[in-house]
């Protein structure tokens, strides 16, 4: 069975800052997709970038990019330029049939 | 514009009760997905399908049950609510694996509390 792991239970950067957050997967299948999905204290599960597996080229959306490591089953989040409104549980999902996330990371952008 | 919803919102239930929660897209998705949502273990999925009359266990999916008799509709019930059912439920749809923008889009919550 696929599995997501975010090991990085609580995360706090001052604004402004560079922060990376980590996910890895185990999978056997080749073709698959991953996303992050952000939610805010609103509880609205927002998309924040998606990446397709056979896609080597790294995802980016604005401020947010992926560094995805397909032999090593990694997936990290980079988010630049910090802002208050970043703050967030961040959620990191596999996807070949179903869905499945991670148990989540939860970011504080300080001022 | 497409959208999913939740109904209701908020629930309080008593232990033993059966409950049902609602979930209505309007994406024409053939997929759905209900989730719980539990602090410490992220969203774990209950049950999906993948088109009408197609129902799907997943990871956590005793004590709960659901039936699609249209695209759009993918209604969960808990037979006999228990206290270790309380929890926020999520519906989500998206279009079928291997299809251009495969994401899942998400209802806003039902924040179910049984007492």
């Known amino acids: 069975a696929q599995t997501v792991t975010q090991s990085q239970p609580e995360m706090s950067v001052q604004e402004a800052e560079t922060v990376t957050l980590s996910c890895t997967y185990d999978t056997s299948e080749n073709n698959y997709y ?4 952000k939610q805010p204290p ?3 599960m927002i998309l924040v970038i998606r990446q397709e597996a056979y896609k080597q080229q790294n995802a980016t959306e604005n401020r947010f990019s992926v560094n995805f ?9 980079k988010i ?3 802002q208050l409104g970043d703050t ?6 596999f996807r070949d049939d179903k869905i499945i996330f991670g148990k989540g990371t939860r970011l504080h952008i300080l001022p | 514009d497409a959208e999913i919803t ?11 009760r059966q409950v049902t929660l609602a979930c209505h897209q309007t994406w024409n998705h053939n997929n759905m997905f209900w989730y719980r949502q539990d602090l410490g273990h992220g969203l774990r999925l209950i049950h999906y399908s993948y088109g009408v009359h ?10 709960y049950s659901v039936s699609r008799s249209n695209t759009e509709d993918l209604p969960l019930t808990l037979e006999s609510a228990a206290s270790s059912q309380t929890s926020v439920y999520f519906c989500a749809s998206s ?8 994401e899942a889009f998400f209802g806003q919550g039902t924040r179910l509390t049984v007492v």
């Open chain 1, 88 to 93: 967030a549980m961040y959620f990191c999902a």
């Open chain 2, 6 to 16: 939740q109904s209701p919102r908020h629930k309080i239930t008593e232990t033993g």
């Open chain 1, 80 to 82: 630049s330029d910090s």
């Open chain 2, 54 to 63: 197609d129902t799907n266990k997943g990871e956590v999916s005793d004590g």
């Open chain 1, 42 to 44: 609103s509880r609205q």
């Open chain 1, 34 to 37: 991953l996303f992050w999905y």
């Open chain 1, 69 to 77: 490591q397909k032999a090593a089953k990694s997936f990290s989040l």
């Open chain 2, 95 to 102: 279009l079928e694996a291997g299809a251009i923008g495969t």
